[in-house]
């Protein structure tokens, strides 16, 4: 009896830990699909297996989101799906190459422990703003998933923190779902022409290539090692990329939306209860079905959860990625590395520029530590 009751316990528990990303995914999907034209079936499809892909490989719940700086250009600028099946084919060839010939490996050297806290700090400040814009506007409801959240972590630890969450989300949905035909939108496998490969690798794959490797790659390793430890040993500098790279192709070729994992959804899975792979099946069967079954009504599911909860989660996972700091507090010049780059990052909401600054004063601060050299007469 024990025994299956200690089964329920951990499902429920993976269960929550798969959901725990929810607050980035669903409404950067809402607005692609939206306002950019995707597919439905195409972009949960191909999300749903990567996750599961992912898990299987990383032996972790591995997370799986739209390329975030990519993402919020072609929202801005309104360029069609094409375009951007392009881009994310263009990255994920860069993102290969890169991690075949070890030149992953090589660039990560440059990002120094104090470089990649700062882009956490950075990252974890950007959630919570984000987190505001969405719950501005359902404050109720923030704040009741707020208290959820509380007493849930604080008072009766035994229950995960998403699940009060989710049911309360989805008893508030159900009244925003609008009713559409069953079953999957029709894919189509197509190359990419060359004119939108140029127009998306100009516009969309040069402003996001770096931050995907200053987040995507070192710092979702470097987190991956924190929270996991042994259980992350297939976390690295090359299994990452590749991982993105493969992903982005065969999603870019049947019309799924450019995806990486990210430091931030790592933690989010983690701290909501993804302590294996699990969770990784659990989101990306979820997935996987929502883009089969409902593909037509997929948008009005995702865009009828409550918006305070997705922003609550948000602000919850922003908090706990800043607090990876925690091992470098006490190092004044690290902390001068870290709030370099995490306030630049912030304030000019563009991490590639935080973490280049953060490099910098870092090999600044390197040569003026040097000891001086001594000249014999």
């Given at each position: 009896?024990?025994?299956?009751?200690?089964?329920?316990?951990?499902?429920?528990?993976?269960?929550?830990?798969?959901?725990?990303?929810?607050?980035?995914?669903?409404?950067?999907?809402?607005?692609?699909?939206?306002?950019?034209?995707?597919?439905?079936?195409?972009?949960?499809?191909?999300?749903?297996?990567?996750?599961?892909?992912?898990?299987?490989?990383?032996?972790?719940?591995?997370?799986?989101?739209?390329?975030?700086?990519?993402?919020?250009?072609?929202?801005?600028?309104?360029?069609?799906?094409?375009?951007?099946?392009?881009?994310?084919?263009?990255?994920?060839?860069?993102?290969?190459?890169?991690?075949?010939?070890?030149?992953?490996?090589?660039?990560?050297?440059?990002?120094?422990?104090?470089?990649?806290?700062?882009?956490?700090?950075?990252?974890?400040?950007?959630?919570?703003?984000?987190?505001?814009?969405?719950?501005?506007?359902?404050?109720?409801?923030?704040?009741?998933?707020?208290?959820?959240?509380?007493?849930?972590?604080?008072?009766?630890?035994?229950?995960?923190?998403?699940?009060?969450?989710?049911?309360?989300?989805?008893?508030?949905?159900?009244?925003?779902?609008?009713?559409?035909?069953?079953?999957?939108?029709?894919?189509?496998?197509?190359?990419?022409?060359?004119?939108?490969?140029?127009?998306?690798?100009?516009?969309?794959?040069?402003?996001?290539?770096?931050?995907?490797?200053?987040?995507?790659?070192?710092?979702?390793?470097?987190?991956?090692?924190?929270?996991?430890?042994?259980?992350?040993?297939?976390?690295?500098?090359?299994?990452?990329?590749?991982?993105?790279?493969?992903?982005?192709?065969?999603?870019?070729?049947?019309?799924?939306?450019?995806?990486?994992?990210?430091?931030?959804?790592?933690?989010?899975?983690?701290?909501?209860?993804?302590?294996?792979?699990?969770?990784?099946?659990?989101?990306?069967?979820?997935?996987?079905?929502?883009?089969?079954?409902?593909?037509?009504?997929?948008?009005?599911?995702?865009?009828?959860f409550p918006k305070g909860i997705l922003g609550m989660l948000l602000c919850y996972v922003g908090v706990q990625h800043s607090l990876f700091i925690r091992d470098v507090v006490g190092d004044k010049t690290a902390m001068l590395i870290v709030s370099a780059t995490a306030i630049l990052g912030f304030l000019l909401n563009n991490l590639t520029i935080g973490f280049l600054s953060g490099i910098g004063i870092h090999y600044v601060l390197m040569g003026f530590a040097k000891p001086p050299r001594c000249f014999e007469k």
């Open positions: 009896m024990r025994c299956s009751v200690n089964k329920v316990k951990q499902l429920i528990w993976d269960i929550s830990g798969a959901f725990g990303d929810i607050g980035v995914l669903f409404p950067i999907a809402v607005a692609l699909i939206a306002k950019n034209g995707f597919n439905p079936t195409a972009f949960f499809l191909m999300a749903g297996i990567f996750y599961i892909v992912s898990a299987y490989y990383f032996k972790i719940t591995m997370p799986v989101q739209p390329l975030k700086a990519m993402s919020a250009i072609a929202i801005a600028t309104g360029l069609g799906g094409e375009v951007i099946n392009a881009a994310g084919i263009a990255i994920g060839i860069i993102l290969l190459v890169i991690a075949v010939t070890g030149l992953s490996v090589t660039l990560g050297g440059i990002f120094h422990i104090p470089v990649i806290r700062g882009i956490q700090l950075g990252l974890g400040m950007m959630l919570i703003k984000a987190s505001l814009s969405l719950m501005i506007n359902d404050i109720p409801v923030a704040v009741t998933a707020g208290a959820f959240l509380i007493v849930s972590i604080f008072i009766i630890k035994r229950i995960p923190p998403l699940i009060p969450l989710m049911i309360f989300g989805i008893a508030l949905s159900l009244k925003g779902i609008k009713a559409a035909p069953a079953g999957p939108v029709v894919l189509a496998v197509k190359m990419p022409e060359l004119n939108n490969l140029w127009i998306g690798f100009t516009m969309l794959v040069l402003p996001q290539i770096a931050l995907t490797f200053g987040n995507a790659i070192v710092a979702t390793e470097a987190t991956g090692k924190l929270l996991y430890g042994k259980r992350a040993v297939r976390l690295n500098l090359k299994s990452i990329p590749l991982s993105m790279g493969v992903a982005n192709i065969a999603s870019g070729m049947i019309g799924g939306a450019p995806m990486c994992h990210g430091s931030g959804g790592l933690t989010a899975h983690c701290k909501f209860g993804a302590t294996t792979e699990r969770s990784g099946y659990i989101i990306g069967l979820t997935l996987i079905a929502l883009a089969l079954l409902f593909g037509y009504s997929a948008i009005s599911i995702v865009a009828a």
